[in-house]
């Protein structure tokens, strides 16, 4: 699919720079198991599970009301703070000269880092992605799952029950006193707490006075997984704290060049993702991103038009408002655009077994599917869209894409998790009134070690 002669001279006009260089990249790991193994079964418990909580995650946003922090023009302070960023983000990435993004960044500010992630991986599935992220002074550690879904960051604090590491504010000297209630609401369950204030470190970028929850009680679910917390990095327009998210205060303190981060994520592995703060890192990507108008500051939200299978377009009946997040394992479509896409699978049936969301379709046909945002046609890497086998039928298997039959549920809401974006490298720009870019991840064209 991609030209090998645009890889190459990918490769002979760009020198990555060093690591320390390159911007604030913080490695992500993820944890998962069976990875790759085409002939697993279906996993229904997982889908099931996530299927329910991406319902909870979206729909409890949606009763509180969706702005929360109303002080949230993340619009004019990158104006204020970054003058004539538009220009030079937009010229630099139209001109494939990510040196340049670089070394505009490093006029503005000369340190630029990243930070690697963690991949959790189970039954085939890459479910978390986390990094580790420093708080107080002096500094205290914790995995946070890097969850562009949601605009918080919470860790345990004098939490019982938790079976993770514990933030003390009483051994940091950065630590202030807020103490709001903080109640949040995701996908995979539910944290109750208080706000408190300190210095938070990422890569390298060093943020002061963050407000974040620390997090007394979490539901059970929490305990499955190997992160403590959760950072979030949608727009803090939905922030149950009330207060800017750590991205907009880096932007705020200036402590990023570019007010951008991208993120990449390794399919199948359990080190190599990452988070780029202030930085698009082009050894992750190939070639520059397609860019994508975020509709409301809220998440990062952008519209989804149509699809296509098999070469064939499709729009969708019901335009759609996409949510790209990195913190949801799957893709959930409403019923009826559900429906309609699985229409266009030949073969393609309710897989009436496993409950309400979920279709099957013959696993060895070659099809592709593909979404179209703006107006640019991008595809599901086929062995991120298989779930598995069915287990009435080992010729059948389930779908990545799942509908959400809830009646609850808004008919215009799409939630684009990991599955897709282990094929595209995305890049989240606070400049241009918001959007998001989506570059050919190097997952799709290097062979996996
Ligand atoms: C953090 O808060 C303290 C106390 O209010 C203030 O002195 C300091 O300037 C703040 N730092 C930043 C970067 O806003
Ligand atoms: C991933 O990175 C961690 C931390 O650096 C290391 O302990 C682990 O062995 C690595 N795993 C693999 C599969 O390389």
Redesign the pocket.
């Known amino acids: 699919m991609f030209k090998l002669s645009l890889i190459l001279s990918f490769y002979f006009t760009y020198i990555p720079p060093s690591s320390a260089n390159i911007g604030y990249i913080l490695?992500i790991?993820r944890r998962s198991v069976n990875y790759p193994d085409e002939n697993r079964d279906f996993d229904l418990g997982f889908a099931r599970t996530e299927l329910k909580g991406v319902i909870r995650k979206y729909t409890a946003i949606q009763q509180r009301g969706l702005l929360l922090n109303t002080d949230n023009d993340i619009s004019d302070f990158v104006h204020d703070n970054y003058p004539d960023v538009d220009i030079i983000v937009d010229k630099a990435f139209s001109a494939g000269n990510f040196d340049e993004v670089i070394q505009t960044a490093e006029a503005i500010a000369p340190t630029f880092d990243t930070l690697?992630l963690?991949d959790q991986i189970e039954e085939g599935l890459d479910l978390v992605y986390y990094g580790e992220v420093q708080i107080g002074t002096p500094t205290q550690t914790f995995s946070l799952d890097i969850d562009t879904g949601s605009a918080d960051l919470w860790v345990p604090c004098d939490c019982a029950r938790c079976q993770s590491r514990q933030y003390n504010p009483g051994k940091s000297s950065t630590y202030r006193q807020k103490d709001d209630a903080f109640d949040v609401v995701y996908g995979t369950g539910w944290v109750h707490g208080r706000t408190v204030i300190d210095r938070v470190s990422i890569a390298g970028v060093t943020i002061d006075n963050q407000t974040f929850g620390t997090i007394s009680h979490e539901s059970a679910d929490f305990r499955a997984y190997s992160n403590d917390g959760i950072l979030g990095l949608a727009f803090s327009t939905i922030a149950q704290c009330h207060e800017h998210t750590i991205m907009e205060n880096a932007i705020l303190q200036k402590q990023v060049n570019v007010p951008i981060f991208s993120v990449h994520l390794e399919r199948g592995?359990?080190?190599g993702s990452e988070l780029c703060i202030g930085c698009f890192h082009p050894s992750k990507a190939i070639g520059s991103p397609s860019w994508n108008r975020v509709i409301d500051r809220t998440y990062w939200s952008i519209s989804l038009n149509a699809f296509v299978v098999s070469g064939y377009w499709n729009v969708f009946a019901t335009k759609m408002s996409a949510v790209i997040d990195t913190g949801t394992t799957l893709i959930y479509l409403p019923g009826d655009a559900a429906n309609q896409l699985y229409s266009k699978i030949p073969g393609a049936k309710r897989a009436t077994d496993y409950g309400a969301g979920f279709y099957s379709y013959p696993c060895k046909d070659a099809f592709g599917v593909e979404f179209v945002f703006d107006d640019r046609p991008l595809s599901i890497h086929p062995d991120d869209f298989n779930q598995g086998m069915t287990s009435s039928d080992p010729s059948q298997c389930i779908g990545g894409i799942i509908a959400i039959t809830d009646s609850s549920w808004p008919s215009d809401l799409a939630i684009i998790g990991d599955e897709f974006l282990k094929s595209w490298y995305s890049t989240y720009d606070y400049s241009s009134g918001g959007r998001v870019g989506f570059s050919p991840s190097i997952n799709n064209h290097f062979l996996r070690s």
């Open positions: 490695p790991s690697p963690v592995r359990e080190n």
